[in-house]
Every structure is written in structure tokens, then in C-alpha cells.
């Protein structure tokens, strides 16, 4: 069984360290690595900069919107769906 | 940890060999995060097949023994449901304050299980409501729950086993 007394605290814990601010940076290297994984194993030539794009717009547009016109060779799987 | 056992089923595409083990979700709309996720209803099962698991024709289901004794459990433990709906609902609060609604749920859960709020957890089961209309009494009125867990502790896991194959619609 799970100990909920313990499970609480973690998350108060938690909500006690972690801020807006830290979400989103977290949130922000979390899809970036996704979107580095998707593209499997290699090495990688550049192509264009997305240094342009404003964080908000990294963190919740999918990655085919994203790169569109910077990147338009790189396309990842965007179907939306629940599970695996 | 006591032993509640469940038989729950896996929806793959079908590849050139059967597998031997679950494979870990990669899908960024995963609701519960990063983990192997199992169907609680062998017909939810075969329509996530039919109906998502389409880039090969053919959909594989496979079913295993999951111990349960140690997952959130939010569709049949109501203070497990409480403690779920109070900290997603209060990091929207905290964490989403102006893009409520545009991030996925996946998320959130990543971000509470890569925290180290789940270590203790073996996996989070969740439910929604199904859009396969055999479950409809009057039309868009869905008397069953689809319910899913996410696994994050293999050890959970045994007798994954193949049980049939289908062709996608």
C-alpha cells in the first residue's frame, strides 16, 4: 500500500521548492531534449537558428509548427492521441 | 507491498517479431508521463489498436499480470482520487497561471515523477471516457469508464504474453 502521509509531503515538498519561473525552465529543457531524441542517433549540421523564437512559443506550439520556417527539414510526429 | 493483481492489456503496432516486454511511451500527450501503459478493458485495448496504432496495418495486443498493491490508484481509491485532484489541480494553479489548458497532462506528471514525488509509486492508474460507440447506451452516452495505468515500475510487471493481432481500419 501506499503510504499517502508520505506521498503528501513529497508533494508539499515540492510545491514548497518550485516556483512558476522553475517549471517552465524545467518544462522548457524537457521538450528540448524530446524533440533532440526524436531525431534518432547521428550528428548534426546546421541548418538554420531558432535563437528567434521566444520561449513561450518553444515551451507550447508542437515541434512541426515550430521549426516550420526555420527548420523545414525536420518534421517529428505531432498526432495527438492519449496513450502508447 | 500486498499483492492486488490485475490482468491488463498492451496495444502495440505489429513489427516483424512479437515483443518480449512493454514498450516505455514516447507519445507527448501521454496523460500520465513517460511509462508502460496498460488497459484495463481488452476492448479499449483493441480499439486504441484499430483506431491509433496505425503506421503498420496491424495492431498487436499483448497481456500481463500487473501487482497493484503499490499505484495511485484514482478511479477506485476515493482518498488516492482526493490527493491526485488536490496537487494537479493546485500546480495548474501554481505553474500554469496564464496557459491553463495548453499544456498536456504528460507534463505535469513528468514533472512531479522526474521531482522524485513518485519514487515511491509503482504507477498511476487514470480513467476517462471511451469514444468507441459499442459503449454507447443513448448516442455520445458512455456508461463505461476506459481506464489506463501507467507503469513506472517494471518489476510490476509478469507473464507479458502475445494474445492476438488485428488489422487496423
Known sequence: MIDLKKLEQKFDALFEQETEETFKNWLHNKILKEALASMGKGSFREIGSIKDIPAKEFIYNPINILFAENLSTLSCNTQYAMAA | ?169
Open chain 2, 1 to 169: 507491498m500486498s499483492a492486488l493483481i490485475r490482468e491488463m492489456y498492451h496495444t502495440q503496432e505489429r513489427w516483424r517479431t512479437q515483443l518480449t516486454a512493454p514498450i516505455q511511451t514516447k507519445n507527448e500527450n501521454a496523460w500520465l508521463g513517460t511509462g508502460y501503459y496498460f488497459w484495463y478493458y481488452e476492448e479499449d485495448a483493441t480499439w486504441w489498436g484499430i483506431t491509433a496504432k496505425r503506421q503498420t496495418g496491424y495492431y498487436e495486443i499483448y497481456q500481463a499480470q500487473l501487482n497493484c498493491g503499490n499505484i495511485l490508484d484514482t478511479v477506485f481509491n476515493e482518498d488516492h482520487y482526493k490527493i491526485w485532484m488536490k496537487y494537479v489541480e493546485k500546480a495548474i494553479a501554481t505553474f500554469l497561471k496564464k496557459e491553463k489548458g495548453s499544456l498536456s497532462l504528460k507534463y505535469i506528471n513528468d514533472f512531479f515523477k522526474e521531482k522524485g514525488v513518485f519514487d515511491d509509486v509503482d504507477g498511476v492508474m487514470f480513467q476517462d471516457i471511451t469514444d468507441n460507440p459499442d459503449f454507447w447506451i443513448v448516442k455520445k452516452f458512455q456508461y463505461k469508464k476506459r481506464i489506463q495505468i501507467a507503469v513506472y515500475n517494471l518489476g510490476i510487471i509478469t507473464n507479458f504474453a502475445f494474445r492476438f493481432e488485428g488489422k487496423c481500419v
